[in-house]
């Protein structure tokens, strides 16, 4: 009998993931990556100077180092990637499935990005993400920025210990999690209703906030899926906020400030 596609899909993804491995760089990038030991270590170079200022990482992680003299230094990476004299190869992590990162707090918030594919949005979102305490950032297999270098250099750590997670297709991860009691916002600057107004009464509940690429925003499929489209309150005409800002104010509006 032949498999249905989608299953086929699936194995091909679960493949490639597991041949598929990426560039960290830069001294911050690197260590915290050093020094987490769920993360997947294959190859680290180093400039004699980024060494001795990552030797206590260097020694924690277990890694022999290339050592390799600046002038030589040359990592693959794209030009222009300041690198500080420090690269290491990893593998994605696997923070597991949806129900893993999405149940457990008292009251989680999360953030799905819909189709956000800027790796220094992404970053800038982790980073809030992890200040600001939600559980998950969730973006999709395709048309979501994955994990590389420039991400986890914006993200400047939050990488290593946020978990993000990219699922297969929005709508069903939206619908998983109103199956888990979640309340599912999308973000609309066009919305009658204000986040802080779609959460009163309920800020005991788990709330995920959808955004999506500045420009285009929600997708259709997006828009009629979630329970509700609330927007940011803003004050005057300002115009539209960078997607990275706009998930830390919705973060902060949907919190219960008792």
């Known amino acids: 009998m032949k498999k249905p596609k989608w299953v086929v899909e699936k194995e091909q993804d679960k493949k490639r993931e597991a041949r598929e491995t990426f560039w960290l760089f830069g001294l ?3 260590r915290d990556a050093l020094m987490n030991p769920a993360r997947v270590k294959q190859t680290l170079m180093v400039t004699p100077n980024a060494a001795a200022k990552l030797e206590a990482a260097i020694a924690a992680s277990g890694m022999t180092p290339e050592v390799i003299d600046p002038r030589k230094f040359r990592p693959p ?4 990637s300041v690198h500080q004299g420090a690269v290491l190869e990893v593998k994605p992590l696997d923070w597991g499935s949806l129900e893993d990162v999405c149940i457990g707090d008292a009251a989680p918030r999360v953030i799905l990005l819909d189709r956000v594919t800027d790796p220094h949005n992404v ?5 809030s ?5 939600a559980s998950a950032v969730i973006g999709t297999r395709h048309h979501s920025a994955p994990e590389t270098g420039a991400l986890a250099k914006t993200a400047s750590g939050a990488l290593e210990r946020q978990p993000y997670l990219r ?7 939206i619908r998983a999690l109103q199956d888990m009691g979640y309340l599912v ?3 609309d600057g066009e919305a009658e209703a204000t986040i802080e107004a779609a959460v009163e009464g309920k800020r005991d509940r788990p709330v995920a906030l959808v955004l999506g690429a500045e420009g285009p925003g929600l997708r259709e499929k997006t828009r009629e899926t979630v329970d509700q489209l609330v927007k940011i309150d803003a004050s005057g005409a300002f115009g539209s906020l960078n997607v990275s800002n706009a998930a830390a104010i919705a973060l902060y509006a949907s919190q219960s400030h008792s």
């Open 77 to 80: 990476l794209d030009p222009g």
């Open 123 to 127: 970053g800038a979102i982790l980073r």
């Open 129 to 133: 993400a992890e200040v600001l305490g």
């Open 167 to 173: 699922i297969r297709n929005l709508s069903d991860g």
């Open 28 to 30: 911050h990038a690197v």
């Open 185 to 187: 916002l999308g973000l």
